[in-house]
């Protein structure tokens, strides 16, 4: 039992390149979260999956895409990338009141 | 809109003395629920503790307690017996009442001196 994985855990882009962050959780969980943490904040939600089939943006969707492409997986997308998208992104699902936090990948964009 | 505040952006404690961190909160919603996150130095987020608005009795997890003030809005984080492993990043974080998202403080640094 993993738990909540990412893939990449770090990567550097230039302006304008695109690239998918995976996440899969094995614990059946319904609800998925993209977070973004940026130096010195707290986490701020980017999307959200209630359950498979269904998305919905949080409160910094701009400049993301997201798949839910099935109970598992819930994959985030930067179409073209910004200097102001390098942060740190945390993937997360949910049981019962709790969410549970992937390991994070750390993105760079220069 | 929802809101979390940490005034305490650092703190020091002493090796097996307690210590508590502060957490208010602001929402017009009758049910919500409150969290307290880890954060090591290592980067990933650990669930610590949870308390919903309904419970009437103070979470308590080990050696982390949840001091639960409806009426004043606040959700302090009680370490007690600190040791050198808490030396973290904790972050208070309240459950919206559509029950799909979190929101987040800014964190408190915690430093445990030997």
């Known amino acids: 039992n993993a738990g909540v994985t990412q893939t990449p855990k770090f990567q550097v882009l230039k302006t304008g390149q695109s690239m998918t962050l995976q996440c899969a959780q094995d614990?059946?969980?319904?609800?998925m979260y993209w977070y973004r943490q940026d130096p010195g904040m707290g986490l701020r939600l980017i999307y959200y999956s209630a359950s498979e089939g269904t998305t919905d943006k949080g409160e910094v969707p701009n400049g993301y895409n997201v798949s839910r492409l099935n109970k598992r997986e819930f994959s985030l997308r930067l179409e073209s990338a910004a200097p102001s998208q390098t942060s740190v992104y945390f993937c997360?699902?949910?049981?019962?009141?709790?969410?549970?936090f992937g390991p994070g990948t750390r993105l760079l964009v220069l | 809109a929802q809101k979390i505040t940490q005034t305490q952006p650092g703190m020091f404690v002493q090796e097996k003395e307690a210590v508590t961190l502060d957490c208010t909160y602001d929402t017009s919603d009758p049910s919500y629920g409150l969290f307290w996150y880890k954060q090591p130095s290592s980067g990933e987020m650990i669930f610590l503790i949870y308390?919903?608005?309904?419970?009437?009795q103070n979470a308590t997890e080990g050696r982390y307690s949840l001091n639960f003030q409806k009426a004043r809005k606040s959700a302090n984080l009680v370490i007690s017996a600190s040791q050198l492993g808490d030396s973290a990043m904790y972050f208070c974080?309240?459950?919206?009442?559509?029950?799909?998202?979190?929101?987040f403080g800014a964190g408190t640094t915690v430093t445990v001196r030997a």
């Open positions: 997360a699902s949910k049981h019962q009141e709790t969410q549970y």
């Open positions: 974080a309240m459950r919206d009442p559509n029950d799909y998202k979190l929101s």
């Open positions: 614990m059946n969980h319904n609800s």
């Open positions: 308390q919903g608005s309904y419970d009437q």
